[in-house]
């Protein structure tokens, strides 16, 4: 089994390669456990390099290691279809389709935005359908491509009514996927994300990344700016739970998930004041304190066009997981941050020897 990564270079992506490595195997169209042969890591800009290239895969053959998995590193533009189809052939059967423009760039720069996340994901598309290896493709959208008046809850049925330029171009790509499948190209399968947080590393473009900011930074002892009410409701899920999503969402036979492709993933409904009052639980008054309460309109008006809360009953019965609480999930990004701290450490001894 060939799989293929998009967005391999951004937070979710390289998270989604590590697991797939330590997994070593997928399902097939048939239901059955097989070795991943090759991971080819596909993105704009260079895939972070794995360490380890090789895994004990117990669910086929407990007695036996699998054939060492092939790291294929990739960089390129995913509107490039001869590169695309340079990639895909008839042995890709597994595509986690997760490169995108984020929500405020595409707001800013809408000509990338649309090249990007619409353009991108029909050349992607078309790919699997000249490779013909009826792929499954695990598609990554968006609460963004809900909007206007939304209902308390917002279920599977709720009429998509995207509000910014991301939202519509996710809506979109959500259609495209789709009409392939119905065409029987590709098995396809569309996962909308709740808000990531916490992640680590730096903000990037997307209008969500204060979701992360208020609580990585404070505890990180430095300040940070939460750009919308307190009152304005996010609806998140942890690092953890998004990349078991992704791989059970590929994991699902056509026949579970129905003609209805698109499945509203489960996850914690808070408001922003909710979230820094599970910081101050966990981390202390003195960390929350170093969130800065600074409105931005233009952020506040896309964020609030979101859905934030909704029914996770399909979702459940599909067999994904919320996270229990925002505190273990604060908990969770603390207890991963000291371990990079400490792995960083280590290195930096054995350099210096």
């Known amino acids: 089994m060939n799989v293929l990564i998009t967005g391999a270079a951004g937070f979710l992506g390289q998270r989604l ?5 330590e997994r070593g195997h997928l399902q097939s169209s048939a239901g059955i456990a097989e070795p991943i042969e090759e991971l080819c890591l596909f993105d704009v800009n260079p895939p972070a390099a794995l360490a380890r290239d090789s895994v004990m895969d117990s669910s086929i053959d407990p007695h036996r290691r699998s054939a060492p998995i092939r790291i294929r590193t990739v960089t390129g533009d995913i509107r490039d279809s001869a590169l695309l189809r340079s990639l895909i052939d008839e042995r890709t059967t597994a595509v986690f389709h997760l490169s995108a423009i984020v ?32 792929a499954r493709v695990v598609f990554t959208s968006s609460v963004a491509v809900y ?4 209902p308390v809850l917002v279920t599977d049925q709720t009429p998509l009514n995207p509000q910014s330029s991301y939202g519509a171009q996710k809506a979109m790509a959500e259609l495209l996927l789709t009409d392939y499948n119905r065409k029987g190209f590709v098995d396809g399968r569309i996962l909308r994300l709740p808000t990531i947080s916490v992640r680590p590393g730096r903000p990037n473009g997307a209008a969500s990344s204060f979701a992360s900011g208020m609580i990585r930074e404070p505890l990180a002892g430095e300040a940070a700016q939460c750009p919308v009410a307190a009152q304005t409701r996010l609806w998140l899920l942890s690092p953890v739970r998004a990349i078991e999503a992704l791989v059970h ?7 579970a998930i129905g003609i209805a492709r698109a499945i509203n993933l489960p996850g914690l409904s808070l408001t922003a004041a909710e979230m820094a009052q599970a910081l101050t639980r ?3 008054t ?4 170093r ?16 859905p934030a809360a909704w029914d996770m009953s399909r979702a459940l019965g599909l067999g994904f997981r919320p996270d229990a609480d925002f505190d273990s999930v604060i908990r969770a990004y603390q207890s991963e941050a000291s371990e990079q701290s400490a792995n960083r450490e280590r290195v930096d001894v054995a350099l210096d020897r």
Request: aromatic content about 6%; overall charge negative; some cysteine.
């Open 103 to 134: 929500s405020g760039t595409a707001e800013a720069d809408f000509d990338l935005g649309w090249s990007i996340n619409l353009d991108g994901s029909r050349a992607l598309l078309e790919a699997c359908r000249e490779a013909r290896a009826h």
């Open 147 to 150: 909007g206007g008046a939304l």
């Open 286 to 289: 003195e960390v929350a304190a």
């Open 249 to 255: 969402g590929h994991e699902l036979s056509s026949a």
């Open 291 to 306: 969130i800065e309460w600074q409105p931005d309109e233009r952020v506040e008006r896309i964020v609030a066009s979101w």
């Open 282 to 284: 966990v981390a202390g």
């Open 17 to 21: 390669a590590r697991a797939l490595v």
